[in-house]
């Protein structure tokens, strides 16, 4: 029961408010509240927990697998604003649209974030990091409209979880940090859950381009 005491504590302190414990299942995000998503009872000692599923209108696509990647996003990154934001808001993304998607580089990103590959669909950011052991994922702070998250589940026998990914929106205004929490050593144990990347994005009304980082 260590790493959901973990959890639940780190959920006491304010930041986080809606918890999936089942790996591979998209976080829900409803308007007005934090997000998580938790892979923690992919650990071989965690205690199995359910999750219950906030109901969403348009429910977060699916993760898009890396064997599905096309010669349209294979090439070179292109900068973040190498094409201009569209002025009016656009529908999430579909998974065949995300196949197609650019590469596209943040404008800056530490040694944590260096396995991690971002994609722009329109105004849609999505962060994809393969081989991350991804414990749990949360939204500190900032807009919640079009966050989704996803796990990958397990790729086989007693494997933690490996694998997960955001995506949100990128219109003028907004600002976000989003956390990606891995297991390791403490307190708790093997499973501890642990802060393992910091994804900024903000773009302010008086900038011409967004800033997204991840650290």
Do not use: H
Request: aromatic fraction near 6%; hydrophobic fraction near 45%.
């Amino acid at each position: 029961m260590r790493p959901r005491v973990a959890l639940l504590a780190w959920m006491a302190a304010g930041v986080a408010g809606v918890v999936a414990t089942a790996p591979g299942v998209p976080g829900a995000q409803p308007k007005g509240a934090p997000q998580a998503a938790s892979a923690a009872s992919a650990a071989p000692a965690a205690a199995a927990t359910s999750a219950a599923a906030p109901t969403s209108a348009a429910a977060p696509t699916p993760a898009v697998s890396a064997t599905s990647t096309t010669a349209a996003n294979a090439g070179e990154e292109r900068p973040l604003d190498a094409e201009p934001f569209p002025a009016e808001p656009s529908r999430q993304p579909t998974a065949a649209e995300w196949k197609t998607a650019p590469r596209v580089r943040l404008s800056r990103t530490g040694p944590a974030a260096a396995g991690c590959r971002a994609y722009r669909m329109r105004e849609w950011l999505r962060i994809r990091c393969p081989e991350l052991t991804v414990s749990a994922i949360s939204l500190l702070g900032g807009k919640t409209e079009g966050v989704a998250f996803w796990i990958d589940p397990p790729r086989g026998g007693s494997e933690l979880a490996r694998g997960g990914e955001v995506m949100f929106p990128i219109r003028r205004g907004d600002r976000r940090v989003i956390q990606i929490l891995t297991f390791g050593p403490g307190y708790d144990g093997p499973f501890t859950l642990l802060p393992a990347i910091v994804v900024q994005e903000q773009w302010l009304d008086d900038e011409p381009a967004p800033t997204v980082t991840a650290f």
